[in-house]
C-alpha cells in the first residue's frame, strides 16, 4: 500500500464520546517542542526527518515498529543535568528507563554516572566500560551472585533496601577484604502525585526501609557496626513522573531530619543524600516539565535550608534522573495496517506494534500523543484509538488523540516521548519481535539494539 493519501480515508464522527481528551488540534501537522526531540522538525515536502534523515528513509531501511534516538539530544540533556548540578553533586543515569552499550559509553563521555539495579544492567555498565568507581547498585532483592560481582568490580555504591542485605553485603564485602560504600534507601512517607504503581515512598510498598517506627534508623545502627560497609548516606526515591517539587521538600526535610538523630546518637554526619529521580516528561502538550537547572536550584534551595536549620554541614546530593533524559529522545515509528471507523464513537487506527513495545498504556494508563510523520494532510480531525495487533483489547498504543480523517493503510505514524520504559519494559508477547533501536546522528543512522529476528525467539526454545 502507497504511503500517500488515500481519498477514501474514515471521516472524524459527528458526535464525539465521553473520553479524557483535548479540544482538536488547530494544526495536526505541528510538532509540539516539548514532546519532541531537538533535531525533529518537518522537510518541505511534509515529511517529519530527525537528525537530519526522513522518516520514509528510515522506515524503508530499517523497518517498522522501531524507536529512533536522538543521540544529539540525548547527549545535550546529559550535558544540561551535568551543568545543572555542577561539581559538587553527583548525577546518576537510572539505566533501568533504557539501557545499552551504547548508551553506557554516550554516559562515560558526558560526565555522568550510573544507576543500575540488575545483573544484567550491572554486565551491559561494565562491559560498555563505564568504571565501576561510577556505578550505583540498586534493587529490593539482590542476589548474593548480584552482589558478590558489584563489590568484586568496586562499584561505588550499593544501595542496602533491607535488614537482611545489610547482613549479606557486610558478609560478602568483609569474605572478599573489601569494604564497600553503601546507602540506605528509607521510605519517607511521602504520598507522590503519580500511579499507584510508580509511587515509591509510602510505607506500604517494596522498597526501603521506613522512617516511622525508627527502623531506618536502627538501619543505621546495624550499617555502622559491621566492618564490611562504609556507611555514606542516605537515599530517598519517592516516584515517577513527578512535576510538583512539594514531595520532595518533605523527603529532604525528613532524610535531613534522620541525619541529624545520626549526628546526635553516632557523632557522624554522614557526607551524602541521594534524592532519586522521578522527575516527569511531557508525553502530552499539557504536560509542563521543569528544567535540569530549575530542579537543581530547588533541591539545592531544600537541603541547604534544611540542613542549617539542624546545624548539618550540607551533604552532597545525588540525583538520578533517567526517564527525564532519555524520554524525550525517541519516537517510536508504525506503519498503519486497518484504519475502522466505529459509527458515533471513535476510529481505531491499527498499527505494527503495539503493547509489546509499550506496554505503558496498559499497565499505568500512560497518556502518548502522535503524529501522522510520512506527510501532511488538510483533512479534518478524527477522534482516534491507536491500538496493537496483539489478542488483547487492551493493547492500545494511544487512548485518545486526533488524527487526520484521510489517515490510510501504509501511512506512518510516530509516537513521541517513548525513550523510557518502552523498549526496556518490551516483550515477546504473541511472539512479537522486539522492535530495534536506531541511534540518529548528523545524517547518520546505525542500529545499536537489533531487532530480534525468528530465529531468536527459536534459539531460546529448546523442547
Known sequence: MSRSAHPAGPRHADVL????????????????????????????DGVVTV?????????????????????????????????????????FYAGKAFLSRAVVRWLKEEGLNLDV??????????????PA????????????????????????????DSFQEIVRVAHIAQGLGKRQPVQIRVTVGVEAHTHEFIATAHEDQKFGIALAGGQAAEAVRRALKLDGLELIGIHSHIGSQIFDMAGFEVSARRVVQLLAEVRDE???????????????????????????????????????????????????????PGRAIVGPTVFTLYEV???????????????????????????????????LVSRTSEAAPMLSRV????????????????????????????????????????????????????AVRDGEARVIVRRETEEDLLRLDVG
Open 337 to 371: 495496517g486497518t484504519v475502522k471507523p466505529l459509527e458515533g464513537l471513535r476510529t481505531y487506527v491499527s498499527v505494527d506494534g503495539g503493547m509489546s513495545d509499550n506496554i505503558r498504556t496498559a499497565l499505568y494508563d500512560a497518556e502518548y500523543s502522535v503524529v
Open 133 to 160: 568507581e561510577r556505578i550505583a547498585f540498586h534493587g529490593n532483592n539482590k542476589s548474593e551472585a548480584e552482589i558478590e560481582r558489584a563489590v568484586r568490580a568496586g562499584v561505588g555504591r550499593i544501595v542496602l
Open 17 to 44: 464520546p465521553e473520553g479524557h481528551y483535548s479540544a482538536p488540534p488547530t494544526d495536526l501537522n505541528a510538532l509540539d517542542g516539548k514532546v519532541w526531540s531537538s533535531t525533529v522538525t518537518r522537510d518541505t
Open 387 to 438: 491500538v496493537g495487533k496483539h489478542c488483547e483489547s487492551g493493547d492500545i498504543v494511544v487512548k485518545d488523540a486526533f488524527l487526520p480523517a484521510d489517515l490510510a493503510p501504509g501511512d506512518l505514524i510516530a509516537v513521541p516521548a517513548t525513550g523510557a520504559y518502552c523498549r526496556s519494559m518490551a516483550s515477546n508477547y504473541n511472539h512479537a519481535l522486539r522492535p530495534p533501536v536506531v
Open 266 to 320: 553516632h557523632g557522624v554526619e554522614l557526607p551524602e543524600i541521594d534524592l532519586g529521580g522521578g522527575l516527569g516528561i511531557a508525553y502530552t502538550p499539557d504536560d509542563d516539565p521543569r528544567e535540569p537547572h530549575e530542579i537543581a536550584k530547588a533541591l539545592g534551595e531544600i537541603v541547604t535550608r534544611e540542613c542549617e536549620a539542624a546545624g548539618l554541614r550540607t551533604p552532597r546530593i545525588s540525583v538520578e
Open 117 to 130: 539495579c540488575s545483573g544484567g544492567e550491572l554486565a551491559t555498565a561494565l562491559d560498555a566500560g563505564m
Open 51 to 91: 537528525g537530519g534523515i526522513d522518516v520514509a528513509r528510515l522506515a524503508e531501511e530499517f523497518g517498522t515498529p522501531a524507536y529512533f534516538l536522538d543521540e544529539a539530544d540525548f547527549r545535550a540533556r546529559c550535558r544540561a543535568w551535568a551543568e545543572a548540578f555542577g561539581k559538587d553533586a553527583d548525577v
